[in-house]
């Protein structure tokens, strides 16, 4: 059963102007329409905007809005605003963005890997490193997924209809609950869930359970704790003798880089954005003269300090440059971080997880406090698959042993 609208009202505004006799004095008449075509819906919205136009043009003629107008729809905006942003990014008493913490912290105890599923939503950078961990380690039949997409009020949500994608993942159905928002997901979870619903989320098929919404923890355990299942089971993304450069970095990334540029597009205050932008640009900068002798953060080999370097690396100039404030510099400007994205970009695999048109779908679209009008802007033409997969010339990048301590300084 379906119900639709076949015959909305439109108005249209009939503007009667003065006589030669009248003193200033002017008519201005509202009739109705029915509309009878078949594109009813959007003549509606057309008419009505047409008819906000014309009132506008009645009001103010060809002169801007009057002062009292604007300045009380300011106040109204800002006071909305800091009410949906205090829900969407917790801030501090300065007004610096305040990431709350995950929920579900992972624990070893019954899990079992033939019923693990994992939650994912495409423009998320967290969800973004699961994917890509799960991809080279050849985790695909092991670990299945349900990736969801940004609804119109910012929640996770599932399509009904899976759309194929080639190349690319894409938005689908839950594909083991069968639920339409994955808040109901967490919510089928012993004793409920009224918290915030975040992907990645790894979920106990049999327990009906969530395993984990911390993203560094699934990814540790993807690549250690499924040897046994894994195609690539000799990669290790985290090996021992590497475990301290990466902890080293991600103390400085983590901060300033991959919530760093949410620091920059959730600051409440002038004072706080000042902050996260010096950290985030100060900070790459660093990364940047480090890469200049090394192909990746901690050598020649990749580790989770770089898949989670990447997932923020591979969004900066599609999302963040513009929308979270961050524009001092793109990545395309910085020669060693934009060749070593694009070396990564290119691993067999992960190409396949970046699916850059529904990232900026989910942050343009979808995210309303930071961009009202949902309009999303073209794709930068340095982000498209065809100059991501120009030669890199990283192979030739001569590693030193340089100690990270002296940019951390």
Same mark, same amino acid.
């Given at each position: 059963?379906?119900?639709?609208?076949?015959?909305?009202?439109?108005?249209?505004?009939?503007?009667?102007?003065?006589?030669?006799?009248?003193? #200033? &004095?002017? $008519?201005?008449?509202?009739?109705?329409?029915?509309?009878?075509?078949?594109?009813?819906?959007?003549?509606?919205?057309?008419?009505?905007?047409?008819?906000?136009? /014309?009132?506008?043009?009645?009001?103010?003629?060809?002169?801007?809005?009057?002062?009292?107008?604007?300045?009380?729809?300011?106040?109204?905006?800002?006071?909305?605003?800091?009410?949906?942003? +205090?829900?969407?990014? @917790?801030?501090?008493?300065?007004?610096?963005?305040?990431?709350?913490?995950? *929920?579900? %912290?992972? +624990?070893?105890?019954?899990?079992?890997a033939t019923n693990l599923h994992l939650y994912v939503g495409l423009p998320c950078p967290w969800a973004?490193?699961?994917?890509?961990?799960?991809?080279?380690?050849?985790?695909?039949?092991?670990? @299945?997924?349900?990736?969801?997409?940004?609804?119109?009020?910012?929640?996770?949500?599932?399509?009904?209809?899976?759309?194929?994608?080639?190349?690319?993942?894409?938005? #689908?159905?839950?594909?083991?609950?069968?639920?339409?928002?994955? &808040?109901?997901?967490?919510?089928? %979870?012993?004793?409920?869930?009224?918290?915030?619903?975040?992907?990645?989320?790894?979920?106990?098929?049999? %327990?009906?359970?969530?395993?984990?919404?911390?993203?560094?923890?699934?990814?540790?355990?993807?690549?250690? #704790?499924?040897?046994?299942? /894994?195609?690539?089971?000799?990669?290790?993304l985290s090996p021992v003798e590497l475990k301290g450069k990466i902890e080293e970095w991600n103390r400085?990334?983590?901060?300033?880089?991959?919530?760093?540029?949410?620091?920059?597009?959730?600051?409440?205050?002038?004072?706080?954005?000042?902050?996260?932008?010096?950290?985030?640009?100060?900070?790459?900068?660093? =990364?940047?003269?480090?890469?200049?002798?090394?192909?990746?953060?901690?050598?020649?080999? !990749?580790?989770?300090?770089?898949?989670?370097?990447?997932?923020?690396?591979?969004?900066?100039? =599609?999302?963040?440059?513009?929308?979270?404030?961050?524009? &001092? *510099?793109? =990545?395309?400007?910085?020669?060693?971080?934009?060749?070593?994205?694009?070396?990564?970009?290119?691993?067999? *695999?992960?190409?396949?997880?970046?699916?850059?048109? /529904?990232?900026?779908?989910?942050?343009?679209?979808? !995210?309303?406090?930071?961009?009202?009008?949902?309009?999303?802007?073209?794709?930068?033409?340095?982000?498209?698959?065809?100059?991501?997969?120009?030669?890199?010339?990283?192979?030739? $990048?001569?590693?030193?042993?340089?100690?990270?301590?002296?940019?951390?300084?």
């Amino acid at each position: 059963m379906s119900c639709s609208i076949s015959s909305p009202i439109s108005s249209h505004l009939r503007w009667t102007p003065p006589s030669p006799k009248a003193t #200033g &004095k002017f $008519t201005c008449r509202v009739s109705p329409r029915m509309s009878l075509n078949n594109n009813s819906g959007s003549n509606f919205s057309s008419n009505g905007d047409n008819l906000i136009k /014309a009132i506008g043009k009645v009001l103010w003629g060809a002169s801007l809005p009057p002062g009292l107008l604007i300045s009380t729809v300011r106040t109204g905006w800002n006071s909305a605003w800091q009410i949906m942003m +205090s829900q969407l990014a @917790p801030s501090d008493s300065s007004g610096g963005y305040s990431r709350p913490p995950s *929920k579900f %912290r992972l +624990s070893s105890e019954n899990l079992t890997a033939t019923n693990l599923h994992l939650y994912v939503g495409l423009p998320c950078p967290w969800a973004h490193r699961t994917l890509i961990v799960r991809a080279l380690k050849g985790l695909e039949e092991t670990i @299945p997924i349900s990736i969801a997409s940004p609804g119109q009020d910012g929640a996770w949500e599932f399509k009904d209809v899976q759309v194929q994608g080639n190349d690319v993942l894409v938005p #689908g159905r839950d594909r083991v609950n069968g639920c339409r928002r994955l &808040k109901e997901v967490y919510g089928l %979870r012993r004793g409920g869930y009224d918290g915030r619903a975040t992907v990645p989320m790894l979920w106990d098929v049999e %327990r009906k359970e969530v395993v984990c919404n911390e993203s560094y923890d699934i990814i540790e355990f993807f690549n250690s #704790g499924l040897n046994g299942f /894994a195609q690539n089971p000799g990669l290790d993304l985290s090996p021992v003798e590497l475990k301290g450069k990466i902890e080293e970095w991600n103390r400085l990334i983590y901060p300033n880089v991959n919530n760093g540029v949410y620091r920059c597009g959730f600051a409440q205050s002038q004072e706080a954005y000042d902050a996260a932008v010096n950290d985030l640009f100060s900070t790459l900068d660093k =990364i940047e003269d480090h890469l200049g002798s090394s192909r990746y953060l901690c050598g020649d080999e !990749l580790t989770l300090a770089d898949v989670c370097l990447f997932t923020t690396l591979i969004r900066f100039d =599609i999302v963040y440059n513009v929308m979270f404030k961050c524009m &001092k *510099k793109k =990545i395309v400007e910085y020669p060693n971080l934009h060749g070593y994205m694009r070396d990564i970009y290119q691993i067999p *695999k992960v190409a396949m997880t970046c699916n850059l048109e /529904a990232t900026m779908d989910g942050y343009f679209r979808m !995210l309303f406090p930071l961009n009202p009008g949902c309009i999303r802007p073209v794709m930068p033409s340095s982000c498209e698959h065809e100059a991501l997969t120009r030669p890199h010339n990283r192979g030739s $990048t001569a590693s030193a042993d340089k100690s990270l301590p002296a940019f951390v300084a």
